[in-house]
């Protein structure tokens, strides 16, 4: 049964907490108890209430996410769970990618990621407990476009594993969460050029509909909790099915 108190008395830190699935995090975290350390690339993105401390970076910037970390530790400590949530991408196909953009989404998407992530899962290993959630993407496991960013994320996907292998007998666990498609900002830009799109991108979802930002939160906090404290090294699609099987094939083909 999920506690109102599952996060009591835990610090935890979300990186992009500011956007669409970031904060339905923030939100969900905190009703269970949480006291939430902000993290996102302007202070007008950590406006939320709900979130206690506040720390802006640039994960492009590697001089300010290394300025950022013992910020936090100083004001924060060390958090007792890390969900590595921020990242973008642009470039959707193979046609749209430049040498800028490619170093660019693997920077953000990626060693950016690992670069503000190590330190502090060290110290979580240092202090012989802590819980690392990453999100990634259906992407990572599957090709639906941009090439980078997927690129990235499988990265993601396999930093994970080394800190469960490696850091498990230290206390720390890893696991990943990728989600499909979510109705977020994200997808405004595409909106705007096709107001039909999410009706076409529906039929490829084995439930019909793509997911919502408080179901993927749902997973990063069950992952993050103690009720997963045998579950490490784990990549949890959150995808209405869509890496389950290619739904069209069933429609078109075999039920033509």
Same mark, same amino acid.
């Given at each position: 049964?999920?506690?109102?108190?599952?996060?009591?008395?835990?610090?935890?830190?979300?990186?992009?907490?500011?956007?669409?699935?970031?904060?339905?995090?923030?939100?969900?975290?905190?009703?269970?108890?949480?006291?939430?350390?902000?993290?996102?690339?302007?202070?007008?993105?950590?406006?939320?209430?709900?979130?206690?401390?506040?720390?802006?970076?640039?994960?492009?910037?590697?001089?300010?996410?290394?300025?950022?970390?013992?910020?936090?530790?100083?004001?924060?400590?060390?958090?007792?769970?890390?969900?590595?949530?921020?990242?973008?991408?642009?470039?959707?196909?193979?046609?749209?990618?430049?040498?800028?953009?490619?170093?660019?989404?693997?920077?953000?998407?990626?060693?950016?990621?690992?670069?503000?992530?190590? =330190?502090?899962?060290?110290?979580?290993?240092?202090?012989?407990?802590?819980?690392?959630?990453?999100?990634?993407?259906?992407?990572?496991?599957?090709?639906?476009?941009?090439?980078?960013?997927?690129?990235?994320?499988?990265?993601?996907?396999?930093?994970?594993?080394?800190?469960?292998?490696?850091?498990?007998?230290?206390?720390?666990?890893?696991?990943?969460?990728?989600?499909?498609?979510?109705?977020?900002?994200?997808?405004?830009?595409?909106?705007?050029?096709?107001?039909?799109?999410?009706?076409?991108?529906?039929?490829?979802?084995?439930?019909?509909?793509?997911?919502?930002?408080?179901?993927?939160?749902?997973?990063?906090?069950?992952?993050?909790?103690?009720?997963?404290?045998?579950?490490?090294?784990?990549?949890?699609?959150?995808?209405?099915?869509?890496?389950?099987?290619?739904? =069209?094939?069933?429609?078109?083909?075999?039920?033509?």
């Amino acid at each position: 049964m999920v506690s109102k108190a599952d996060f009591g008395g835990k610090t935890i830190v979300v990186t992009g907490a500011g956007g669409g699935l970031g904060s339905a995090i923030v939100a969900l975290m905190a009703e269970r108890g949480a006291r939430i350390v902000g993290c996102d690339q302007s202070a007008e993105a950590l406006e939320s209430p709900l979130i206690a401390s506040r720390h802006v970076f640039d994960l492009l910037d590697r001089a300010s996410i290394e300025a950022a970390i013992p910020a936090l530790l100083d004001k924060d400590g060390v958090p007792d769970i890390l969900i590595n949530n921020a990242g973008w991408t642009r470039a959707e196909t193979l046609d749209a990618l430049t040498a800028d953009r490619i170093e660019q989404e693997l920077d953000l998407n990626l060693t950016g990621v690992m670069t503000f992530a190590d =330190p502090l899962i060290k110290a979580m290993a240092g202090r012989g407990a802590g819980s690392v959630v990453f999100i990634s993407s259906v992407n990572a496991i599957a090709h639906f476009g941009n090439p980078a960013y997927a690129a990235a994320k499988a990265g993601i996907n396999a930093y994970a594993k080394s800190i469960a292998v490696e850091l498990g007998r230290s206390g720390v666990r890893a696991n990943v969460v990728c989600p499909g498609s979510i109705r977020t900002a994200a997808w405004d830009h595409r909106l705007a050029k096709d107001p039909e799109i999410l009706g076409r991108l529906k039929r490829l979802y084995p439930l019909g509909r793509i997911v919502n930002a408080s179901e993927v939160a749902e997973a990063v906090a069950f992952l993050a909790s103690d009720r997963a404290s045998g579950i490490t090294g784990a990549v949890v699609p959150v995808d209405a099915g869509l890496t389950a099987g290619y739904l =069209p094939f069933i429609d078109d083909i075999l039920g033509a």
